[in-house]
């Protein structure tokens, strides 16, 4: 695979950088997320003394550093998507837009089922759902294409 050259008159739209920076936010929230749980259980100075497993199935405890580390995965995982979204890689606007949507449905679910509601995630995924949606940012990514012009 040929590298494109930089082409010095090349610019980002705006919403590529918003959307960047509103995935560093989000990686900040998650940290706390996978943070904040076994701080206050105190996880950390009992050094795992507490079973995470009870008869094959997982404790309270078990189950919250498991969410923790999977908040973890996921804090890392934006990392590597927005990286990939700053190079201006095709499949990192797909799995951007894969991801917001899930998000979208896990935040609603919580909203209307747990009234555990967490509104910066929302307010988030909407931003770059907008961000992602415009057609000059598309276009970049090739996702869209202008009457006539080849996508690949």
Known sequence: MARKKKDPGFKRPVAVTVTALVIVVLFFVRIYQAVKPLVEAETLQTAF????????????????????????????????????????????????????????????????????????????????????SQGDVQRIFRIRSDTGESIF
């Not at 896990?106 to 909407?126: C, G, K, Q, R």
């Open 49 to 132: 003394s507490i079973p995470f497993f009870i008869n094959g199935t997982l404790t309270a405890h078990g189950r919250m550093v498991f969410q923790s580390l999977l908040f973890l995965v996921l804090a890392i995982g934006l990392i590597v998507v927005l990286i990939a979204f700053l190079r201006m890689r095709r499949w990192s606007w797909v799995l951007m837009m894969a991801w917001v949507g899930f998000s979208m449905v896990v935040s609603l679910v919580d909203y209307f089922y747990f009234s555990e509601p967490n509104y910066v995630i929302m307010a988030s995924d909407v931003i770059i759902a907008f961000a992602l």
